[in-house]
């Protein structure tokens, strides 16, 4: 039987100390892929420099900067396999990561994605060996958009989808700095059953130039980018206020504004965050947790810092009044 096709396409921009490594751990997987397929956007540091050794077993494709979703639709438009699988370019695979899931998908045909575990590691080692035991998550599989709909379950590295599915639900969205990846993945759950394959296949690279800690932290076009994901989805499916709930919608919308604040509460930014949090609590109004840090903001950071101090000194003792 002929084996399907799986192109790999990597997006990079300035990514010089990664991209080589990346490039290394496609080329080590037991499932050889039929392509790399590596979108250069805009590079201005020595990135095709490091790529030159490799050109004889990538696809070079090198545009102007216009975001990671504008790569990713360059990607996709130039691979020629039936599969994608997507590699940031300051991540890696494990060797079995392809054949794993390729075996899934051929049990599974139905299936239009399938995701998996992934470790995070940073300059001096491994972080955590799992995501999923870590967040203590139960990954779900099958028709899954309400659970999708509820959290982001997996990042774009630890995908492979079918070729099939973008050309029923369109490209990505290039109006988004970040999310559009989210965005995808909803769209897709929408149309095809998600498959899931319980190892750590992905390695998830922290470091301080992420583009979710660069740009996840920002605010497009006055909303936390999650919002705008959330938003496009109730206006290309309306019916999901009913198949979820308006109440659990509601809660939805609103975590993003109590994400995004509590990081501007840590930054002593706590004009932004009462803003953010002012929405949050429009949505989830009986929210403890939104009441007390909204209140917090009108505190100075001093004060903040001395009331958690304050709080972790007194925790061991109510645990050990509650458990004795």
């Given amino acids: 039987m002929n084996r399907a096709q799986v192109s790999a396409v990597i997006p990079v921009h300035n990514c010089e100390r990664y991209i080589e490594d990346a ?14 397929v590596v979108v250069d956007d805009g590079s201005t540091d020595g990135t095709r420099q490091v790529l030159e050794p490799y050109m004889g077993k990538i696809r070079y494709f090198h545009q102007p900067q216009r975001g990671v979703a504008a790569a990713r639709n360059t990607g996709i438009t130039n691979a020629s396999g039936e599969f994608i699988a997507f590699l940031d370019a300051d991540d890696l695979w494990l060797p079995e990561k392809l054949q794993l899931q390729m075996d899934y998908l051929q049990r599974h045909p139905e ?29 779900p599989s099958g028709w899954i958009f309400k659970e999708l709909f509820r959290e982001t379950l ?48 992905t390695m998830y690279r922290q ?13 497009q076009n006055g909303l936390p980018s999650e919002i705008i994901v959330i938003r496009n989805i109730l206006e290309s499916y309306p019916q999901v206020w009913h198949e979820l709930g308006a109440a659990t919608v509601r809660r939805r919308i609103s975590r993003p504004y109590y994400y995004l604040a509590c990081h501007h509460l840590e930054q002593g930014n706590h004009r932004q965050a009462r803003t953010l949090l002012t929405c949050a609590l429009r949505y989830w ?35 050990r009044l509650l458990f004795a």
């Fill in 285 to 319: 109004p009986n929210n403890w947790n939104y009441q007390v840090r909204f209140l917090m903001t009108f505190l100075t950071p001093v004060q903040v810092v001395a009331i958690k101090n304050f709080y972790h000194k007194l925790l061991p003792l109510f645990r």
């Fill in 154 to 201: 997996f990042a774009a590295d630890s995908t492979v989808f079918a070729i099939r599915c973008v050309k029923r639900v369109g490209p990505f969205d290039e109006s988004l700095a970040v999310g559009e990846d989210y965005l995808m993945w909803l769209r897709i759950a929408r149309c095809y059953p998600i498959g899931y394959v319980d190892a750590p296949l």
């Fill in 207 to 219: 470091h301080s130039e992420m583009t979710t800690r660069r740009v996840g932290k920002r605010l």
């Fill in 23 to 36: 490039i290394k751990s496609v080329l080590a997987q037991t499932y050889p892929v039929h392509e790399i």
């Fill in 111 to 139: 299936c239009g994605l399938v995701y998996s575990d992934m470790k995070t590691f940073d300059e001096h080692g491994i972080i955590h060996e799992s995501v999923k035991s870590w967040l203590n998550m139960s990954p």
